[in-house]
């Protein structure tokens, strides 16, 4: 047998669990196969390796566990997850490699059934008896896979239990598929090295990211759709606030802007579900059995989440809170059966493989680099050729950045100088990985910091490959249609040309339209609408412009207040607050132009 052909490939689908049946999957993909063949010659007894989610990371983890054990290299196998229902998960997939798992063992039991090879537990259960964990290490030779392993610094004692289970460990294989951690608490048997910059990165010893994981047609190009839309609310103070989601905001009437697009009695979540129901339809043209989550904050919005799906579509969701005992179940009912929708607290954006996840709700409050990652992960796992996935998320600067950076890869940095910019990006992880593995409430800070007034929910662009359509003019209705019947089974270049040819098709006829009435002698002579006032007409130019120019932020990564600049330097006249309504205009058509020709 070649030493570098695992003994039981042939038996464990790329891309565990998708459908391949028993036996039909006869070779890993190319970067599977390249990296054990790296570990395999570099024999470490620490390997990290980075791959985006939905790569098939359970695959590479467990044919290198089936190779070691095939060369009595590790007489026992540990695999610690973050959560309850992902023990089940690597369970179920090393019995399909042939190696048996138990996701039931405890550390104060100390052993486990002989008919078993390994053991899956918690990093939070090993934090509770690490001494049990490492007299069991200590034992065997002992492989432990530790998956999603930025979790292992998500607190000092999860950290320091980590190091004193497994530091006796013959083997130690590192996972994670997203952005690893933004505080500097180092991660457990992972390497840091010093750069020209005094800065300690962690450094992997196999890469596979998302942009080369697209180009290898192993996950699905992602379209994000994004809706803005006027918000009022009530501050603590008693104040009442209107804004609108997207226009640049200070952080604070940002976030209580997106609560208030969240909040589940208003219009805008009402909405974007039918919008985004409207797109599974669609979807489920070319993939029968397509299905759709809502990542909700808490269990509360989760349960009101349903209740409007249930109205719209006349069918109950399936709801999955936190790590509840029926999760895992709940969970693998909806992977195997053709319903529509399931709905989920954050517990469902780490880990969890449901293949068929096709329409994404981004939901949630929390805006970090690691969790939108981790989110949008759920719905890139491709099963054929050309799937593509549609992930609806609201117009914040931040999510709308991050869904243009897909493709980004991140190391984890220890000491990293923070800017009060890098402070707003990072701000809220801290928090977001003490509650990962906690059963979520009613959002505490929604409730006691204002109250939501009312919503209403308007397409403002699409975002894909790190470029923005959509012209977020007078016809965003009719835009609107015109993507979410975009075909659910496109190549990305075929996505790619498709987006703009229908953003050139809406700019041709907004142009013309606005042609049509500038030649009427009365639209001449006072090119200010009868209907609205002088302040109105001024600010709906304001607001158009503001998002146009975030549109091209995102597209660019030029700073808001640059681009600004350089429409002033092109066009003369003041800054956009003092600018007239003429020259707003002029600055509109400057910019949709830039989008057309696609100027970099």
Not at 268 to 288: Q, S
Not at 302 to 328: C, M, N, Q, W
């Amino acid at each position: 047998m070649d030493s570098h052909v695992p003994a039981n490939s042939a038996v464990l689908p790329p891309a565990y669990p998708d459908r391949a049946a028993w036996g039909t999957a006869s070779k890993l993909r190319a970067w599977q196969a390249e990296a054990l063949q790296l570990y395999l010659d570099s024999n470490p007894r620490d390997f990290l390796a980075v791959a985006t989610p939905g790569a098939g990371k359970t695959t590479f983890a467990l044919t290198v566990a089936a190779e070691l054990l095939h060369r009595r290299q590790i007489e026992r196998i540990t695999v610690v997850t973050p959560t309850e229902h992902l023990k089940t998960q690597w369970a179920d997939a090393a019995d399909r490699a042939g190696i048996a798992i138990d996701p039931a063992f405890a550390g104060r039991r100390g052993k486990t059934n002989k008919d078993f090879q390994g053991v899956a537990v918690t990093y939070a259960g090993v934090a509770v008896n690490p001494l049990a964990f490492r007299v069991r290490t200590e034992r065997f030779k002992t492989l432990v896979i530790l998956d999603e392993v930025h979790h292992g610094g998500d607190a000092l004692s999860w950290g320091d239990g980590v190091r004193e289970a497994f530091e006796p460990a013959a083997r130690r294989l590192c996972l994670t598929g997203t952005p690893f951690r933004s505080d500097d608490n180092p991660i457990p048997f992972v390497t840091y090295e010093e750069a020209h910059d005094g800065v300690a990165r962690s450094k992997a010893d196999y890469s596979y990211g998302y942009g080369r994981a697209l180009e290898d047609h192993v996950v699905r190009p992602v379209i994000f759709m994004s809706y803005s839309g006027e918000m009022r609310w009530r501050t603590k103070a008693g104040d009442e606030v209107a804004a609108r989601l997207g226009e640049p905001l200070t952080k604070d009437l940002t976030a209580q802007a997106l609560r208030t697009a969240l909040d589940p009695t208003g219009e805008w979540m009402g909405a974007v579900l039918a919008a985004a129901d409207k797109r599974l339809t669609e979807v489920r043209r070319h993939m029968p059995d397509a299905g759709a989550l809502v990542i909700s904050g808490d269990q509360n919005t989760a349960r009101a989440y349903a209740k409007t799906l249930r109205e719209i579509t006349g069918e109950s969701p399936t709801v999955v809170l936190s790590d509840e005992k029926a999760a895992s179940k709940k969970i693998a009912k909806f992977s195997e059966d053709e319903s529509r929708w399931m709905v989920a607290v954050r517990m469902v954006s780490e880990g969890v493989d449901v293949p068929r996840l096709a329409v994404g709700v981004y939901a949630t409050p929390t805006s970090t680099p690691l969790f939108f990652a981790q989110a949008v992960g759920r719905f890139v796992r491709a099963r054929k050729r050309g799937e593509t996935a549609s992930v609806f998320v609201p117009s914040v600067t931040r999510l709308l950045g991050f869904a243009a950076e897909m493709e980004v890869e991140r190391d984890h940095v220890l000491g990293r100088k923070k800017s009060n910019e890098d402070g707003d990006i990072f701000a809220l992880e801290d928090d977001l990985l003490k509650q990962a593995n906690q059963a979520e409430g009613a959002s505490d800070e929604l409730e006691g910091n204002f109250e939501a007034l009312g919503s209403d929910a308007s397409f403002d662009r699409v975002v894909f490959d790190g470029g923005d359509y959509g012209t977020g003019g007078d016809n965003a209705s009719d835009e609107e249609l015109d993507f979410l019947g975009l075909p659910g089974l496109l190549e990305p270049d075929q996505v790619r040309e498709l987006l703009h040819k229908r953003q050139q098709k809406s700019l041709a006829a907004q142009k013309l339209a606005t042609q049509k009435k500038a030649q009427r002698p009365e639209d001449r002579e006072d090119p200010t609408p009868t209907e609205l006032a002088t302040h109105e007409q001024i600010a709906l130019l304001r607001r158009e412009l503001n998002s146009l120019v975030a549109a091209w932020h995102h597209r660019t990564g030029q700073p808001h207040g640059v681009i600004h600049n350089d429409l002033r330097r092109k066009l003369g006249g003041p800054a956009a607050a003092h600018a007239s309504s003429i020259q707003l205009k002029e600055r509109i058509e400057l910019i949709r132009d830039w989008a057309t020709q696609r100027r970099a």
